[in-house]
């Protein structure tokens, strides 16, 4: 398994800007791809970026434009920048690692909320 602390959530006016970061303290296998998913209250969780270990990167639509994210091989580390955001984009953010073997594991969440 693969353990995984995020910081740099936050509160923020809309139009502002955050950065996430996904560290990675643990892991016995390779990581393959990581990503960052969100959760609103009373929604399901869904897809924010993803990047693979080769640099490819997918975005949800809804941040396209707004939302980068990056990966620091070297410290194992995954970034989330942030910007123009928005109220709808409040959530808490999970970072998420699938590894060579196939295992999938999960950050414990970082609250992000964007007032209006």
């Known amino acids: 398994q693969v353990q995984l602390v995020e910081s740099g959530g936050g509160l923020v006016q809309a139009g502002g800007s955050l950065r996430l970061s996904c560290a990675v303290s643990?892991?016995?296998?390779?990581?393959?791809?990581m990503g960052w998913y969100r959760q609103a209250p009373g929604k399901q969780r869904e897809l924010v970026a993803t990047?693979?270990?080769?640099?490819?990167?997918n975005y949800a639509d809804s941040v396209k434009g707004r939302f980068t994210i990056s990966r620091n091989g070297a410290k194992k580390t995954q970034y989330l920048q942030m910007n123009s955001l928005k109220p709808e984009d409040t959530a808490v953010y999970y970072c998420k690692a699938d590894t060579s073997r196939g295992t999938v594991s999960w950050g414990q969440g970082t609250q992000v909320t964007v007032s209006s």
């Open positions: 990047i693979t270990s080769g640099g490819s990167t």
């Open positions: 643990r892991t016995f296998f390779s990581i393959i791809a």
